[in-house]
Each structure stands twice: as C-alpha cells, then as structure tokens.
C-alpha cells in the first residue's frame, strides 16, 4: 500500500493538471472580445458563431499552447539543471541559455538568413544555448560552487547581451532592428500554428531528453561518485542535460523571444510539496511551468496600459526579486541561520 509521501507528488499532479485546464480556458477567453468558459468550450468543438470560432482557434488557441509547451519546457529544464549541478539556484536564464539562443536567433534575422517563422531560427538558437551551457559546466567544473556558478552564468549572458546589441548597432536596417527589439522583451502575442508548428517539435524532443533520464537524477543526489558505482554514466547524462536544456530552450526562444525565470521559480514551488527527490520533481516543475507562463500571459491582457506588456518583463519583474530571496536565504542556510 502507497504511504501519503509517495501519494502527495500524485496528488499534486492532479490538482496542477487542473490548474493548467482552468487557466488554459481563462487564456482563451480573455481579450479583447471576452468569451464565457461555455462559449470557448463551444468554439473549440466547432460551435458558436463564426467569429468565435476564428478568434478562439485561430487567434488564442495558438499562443496558449505555446504558453503551456513553453512554460512547461521552462520548468522542466529548470528542475533539471538544479538536478544535474545539485544547486537550488541553477536555472537556464543563470546559465545564459536563453540569452545565447537570443543571440544565434538575431543573428539569423540580421544577416538576413531567416525570418521570424524560419527552421534557421531555432537551430541557431539551439546551437548557442548548447554552447553556452556546455561553456559553463566547463568552466566551473564537476564541483562548482554557487558563486562560481552564478559569475560565470552572468558572464555568458553579459557576453551573449553585448553580442545580441552589437548584431543591433551593425544592422543597416532600421526595421529589422525594431523588430528585434520587441522580440527581445518576451511575448506570446499575433502567434500562430506556424509558430507552433516551428517550436513544438524541438520542446518535445528536448522535454523528452530530459525525462528519459529522470532516474538517473536521483541517483545523482546522491553524489557522482556513488550515481558511478550505481551505473550512472555521468559524462553521459550531463551531455543529455545540455541537450535537452538546448533544444526546447533554443526552440522555445526563437518564436518568443527571451522569457525568463520560469525555470527557477516553478521547482522552488514544487519542493515543498514534493519534496527534494529530483526525478519526482521534473513533472510538476513543468506543470508549474505552464501554469506560470499562463498566468503570466493572462495578466499582460488585463493589466491596463496605453500599450500591449511584454509577458517577458512581467516574468523578469517577479523573477528578480525571487531569485534575490533564494539568494540571501541559501546566505542564511551557509551561515548556520545568521543573517
């Protein structure tokens, strides 16, 4: 018989499962044209007018699929990294993967490779965000500790930052250079099946990636050494982290652009319901995810302003102050509770 501990991760599950549903049918009602939840249930099913089967199908239904693929990509590779490194403040915004993705993506739209719904978008991006994880746990090493981590993280994304501007200030093109400015900020808004259908397949693979190996992370809690004598071949799970991390997060970035800080957020929720074991935490991390980033897209559409929030910023300004309370908490945690 299952105790309450091994029946609390299944329970979250659940209730984060509907969370999603009521969230997904709120984003596809809210806009400019408010739909009751009846009236979207009815659209997606080929009733109701014409006109709210083009604006639920055709306008909402794209962006809150690519909120929930994105958001749940997000969350699963953060409870991934924080997994592999052993670090509750890893994340792949930290770890500059999605600044590096940004920058192989605008780098593609500058030279005039690609446009915004071109396959050369997220294989650029894909590319950087495998180099620039794979730089970092180069650098710092099996053993890194967190201020080495956190430096080197900062000094990839300052590095990719300064790169994306530089491919901006070289750009002869006014336009392009707009474009990729708004780009840059975040946001699920005017995407289509196009988009979908561009993201979607490099999430998936990545979310898989991640997940195959899910065992593999408890054994690595356990310290390298021991996941070695139990079969784990770390060298080989470290590389399938990074591609998994650089497959939905290159994928992700290249039709929304930067988003950050889902993936730290959304495991430090989950712990303390489903405790520390991090192959339990990879599923409703991603489930946090997706809830977030609809929440997140949610609020941009209802906050009032003269001119549409990017859901990028939104996600920055409560991120930003998360991530600085995990910091001074895991000071504290060092310092035997002194502050």
């Known amino acids: 018989m299952a105790s309450a501990s091994d029946q609390r991760p299944r329970i979250v599950v659940l209730l ?4 999603v549903a009521m969230l997904t049918l709120a984003s596809l009602g809210i806009g400019p044209v408010r739909l009751a939840p009846h009236a979207v249930i009815d659209a997606l099913l080929g009733g109701g007018t014409d006109v709210q089967q083009t604006i639920v199908q055709e306008i909402r239904l794209p962006r ?11 969350g699963l590779s953060g409870a991934a990294l924080q997994g592999l490194v052993r670090n509750p403040l890893a994340a792949p915004e930290l770890f500059g993967a999605p600044q590096s993705a940004a920058f192989g993506a605008v780098l593609m739209i500058a030279l005039a490779s690609a446009d915004v719904r071109s396959y050369a978008l997220p294989a650029a991006g894909i590319a ?3 180099v620039s994880v794979f730089v970092l746990l180069g650098v710092t090493g099996r053993n ?3 201020l080495l981590l956190i430096l080197a993280g900062l000094a990839i994304s300052s590095l990719a930052g300064a790169a994306t501007a530089l491919v901006m200030n070289l750009s002869s093109n006014p336009f392009i250079v707009l474009e990729i400015s708004f780009w840059l900020l975040g946001s699920l808004e005017d995407r289509s099946f196009r988009h979908v259908i561009l993201a979607l397949p490099f999430i998936v693979a990545g979310a898989i990636l991640l997940m195959s190996r899910r065992s593999a992370f408890r054994a690595l809690s356990l310290g390298e050494e021991t996941a070695q004598s139990l079969g784990v071949n770390v060298g080989a799970l470290r590389l399938s982290v990074i591609a998994g991390v650089a497959l939905g997060v290159g994928g992700a970035v290249a039709v929304t652009g930067t988003i950050g800080f889902i993936g730290l957020v959304a495991p430090h929720l989950m712990r303390p319901l489903v405790g520390h074991d991090p192959a339990r935490l990879l599923v409703p991390s991603a489930l946090a995810g997706s809830a977030l980033l609809l929440a997140a ?8 302003s003269t001119s549409n929030i990017k859901v990028g910023v939104l996600t920055s300004i409560i991120g930003v102050p998360f991530f600085l309370y995990l910091i001074v908490r895991e000071r504290r945690a060092l310092g035997g509770g002194v502050a």
Request: net charge neutral; charged share 5%.
């Open 16 to 19: 984060l499962l509907a969370l």
């Open 64 to 74: 809150t699929i690519l909120a929930i693929a994105i958001g749940a990509i997000l």
């Open 128 to 130: 950087m965000a495998f």
């Open 144 to 146: 890194a500790s967190l």
């Open 297 to 304: 897209d949610i609020a941009v559409r209802t906050i009032p």
